[in-house]
Antibody, heavy 120, light 106 residues
Framework: VQLEQSGAEVKKPGESLRISCRASGYTFTKFWITWVRQMPGKGLEWMGRIDPTDSFTNYSPSFQGHVSVSVDTSINTAYLQWSSLKASDTAMYYC??????????????WGQGTLVTVSS | SYELSQPLSVSVALGQTAIITCGGLNIGVKVVHWYQQKPGQAPVLVMFRDNNRPSGIPERFSGSNSGKTATLTISGAQAGDEADYYCQVWDNKIDVFGGGTKLTVL
């Protein structure tokens, strides 16, 4: 099982961005994908998750409306997207595979992270 | 929204037992998972469903959850265990992380 994330990005405020998470070694549609933010020197923050089967999503209220997650099952890839970046979006972003058991969720495999820097 | 509280830091002497706590309202009825994150690395799952170790995680890692506190215990702490540790629960369709605990092995 492997989650390979796209490379580091440097963007200006107001620009759009899409980062990716390509899965391999398992059946992509059998597991949700989640996204987690880690701001510099800070802890982990859950952003949202997506079911690759039907693209159903849940978002943290803290991120709802500012980011969107999507998938392309033809290439086993999940995406995290911004339409208008802010300097406060500067962070490391991780994707992770979600294990769902009896109605609760945890994250058993993680990508290596994508560093996003937003600066004018 | 649900909140999890962790001590900012825990120190343990080499070979001794480290206890990292995670508190939350009625956390004993929730299912808690734990992640280890070493500097510059992605998090790694070290405990799931309160007290289950993933394959490859040493037996010195154990977990419990009752009442108001979930606990990750590292028996015989090693230098390689020095890392940040995060607890996580699912609550009302949302996943929540604790603020993280920095474990220092002296």
């Amino acid at each position: 099982v492997q989650l390979e994330q796209s490379g580091a990005e440097v963007k200006k405020p107001g620009e759009s961005l899409r980062i990716s998470c390509r899965a391999s070694g398992y059946t992509f549609t059998k597991f949700w994908i989640t996204w987690v933010r880690q701001m510099p020197g800070k802890g982990l923050e859950w952003m949202g998750r997506i079911d690759p089967t039907d693209s159903f999503t849940n978002y943290s209220p803290s991120f709802q409306g500012h980011v969107s997650v999507s998938v392309d099952t033809s290439i086993n890839t999940a995406y995290l997207q911004w339409s208008s970046l802010k300097a406060s979006d500067t962070a490391m972003y991780y994707c992770a595979r979600v294990i769902t058991v009896a109605g609760f969720y945890y994250f058993d495999q993680w990508g290596q992270g994508t560093l996003v820097t937003v600066s004018s | 929204s649900y909140e999890l509280s962790q001590p900012l830091s825990v120190s343990v002497a080499l070979g001794q037992t480290a206890i990292i706590t995670c508190g939350g309202l009625n956390i004993g009825v929730k299912v808690v998972h734990w992640y280890q994150q070493k500097p510059g690395q992605a998090p790694v799952l070290v405990m799931f469903r309160d007290n289950n170790r993933p394959s490859g995680i040493p037996e010195r890692f154990s977990g419990s959850n009752s009442g108001k506190t979930a606990t990750l215990t590292i028996s015989g702490a090693q230098a390689g265990d020095e890392a940040d540790y995060y607890c996580q629960v699912w609550d009302n369709k949302i996943d929540v992380f604790g603020g993280g605990t920095k474990l220092t092995v002296l």
